[in-house]
């Protein structure tokens, strides 16, 4: 339950082998988000399966472009009847490959003129829950994830892209249930990830 607990643990893990620790900080976050921040349907279905580890999480903010200023991001989440469509380039997922559950941060802009939008950005993001197969290529229609990326080190843990193009997710996998407000969500993820890196760094 507590923060401490999580940051003894991981301090010892990150003794032995510091990617295991970084498997589990994402896996970690996706599942706070959840409990969080999840509807009551989202926690039922997925915690129990990612405490059991059927389930492995990734999370997904950073593009191309951009990495610390999350709120310029420029995937794209269009409403389409009880789904979305979702369109973009994503960059740096750890556990890319080896999840089967990708919480995914676009701009849906719903409720907000295109003046708001630009304003106030962090207002128009929305996090998806998306599920896939593990592995690499087209994991499912309009979603592929293309490789691991080649690092200098960590190389426990597998970084990937994410690209979709007409990515299908239906509404019940709004995070949380309600567009905008994905950058607050992923904001309190963050943070315990925060935690985690600081252990991280004492155990190694
Ligand atoms: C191995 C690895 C795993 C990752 N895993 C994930 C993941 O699972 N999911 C995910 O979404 N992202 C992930 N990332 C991306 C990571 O979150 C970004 O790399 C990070 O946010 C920094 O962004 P950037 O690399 O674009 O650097 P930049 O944002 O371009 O920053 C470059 C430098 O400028 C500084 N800087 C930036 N903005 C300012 C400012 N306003 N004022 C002063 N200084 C500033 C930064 O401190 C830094 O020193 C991962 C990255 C790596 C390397």
Redesign the pocket.
């Known amino acids: 339950e507590s923060l401490l607990t999580y940051a003894l643990c991981v301090e010892e893990i990150a003794r032995g082998w510091m990617s295991v620790s970084g498997i589990i900080n994402?896996h970690f976050i996706v599942a706070y988000m959840l409990k969080q921040h999840g509807t009551q349907e989202q926690k039922d279905y997925f915690l129990p399966k990612m405490a059991a580890g059927e389930i492995r999480g990734?999370?997904?903010?950073?593009e191309p472009a951009?990495?610390?200023?999350v709120s310029s991001i420029t995937s794209k989440g269009v409403r389409d009847g009880d789904d979305f469509l979702l369109t973009g380039q994503k960059?740096?997922?750890?556990?890319g490959g080896t999840s089967s559950l990708v919480a995914v941060l676009c701009r849906t802009d719903e409720g907000l003129s295109p003046k708001e939008a630009a304003a106030k950005p962090h207002r128009s993001m929305t996090t998806f829950l998306v599920e896939k197969e593990p592995g690499f290529g087209e994991v499912r229609p309009g979603l592929t994830i293309p490789g691991k990326i080649d690092?200098m080190g960590?190389k426990g843990?597998d970084?990937t892209e994410l690209i979709m193009d007409g990515l299908r997710v239906p509404a019940d996998r709004v995070l949380g249930g309600a567009t905008g407000r994905g950058f607050y969500q992923m904001m309190d993820g963050v943070e315990v990830g925060r935690v985690n890196v600081a252990a991280r760094g004492c155990g190694v």
């Open positions: 994402t990734a999370f997904s903010m950073s951009l990495g610390s200023d960059m740096w997922l750890t556990n690092k960590y843990v970084t």
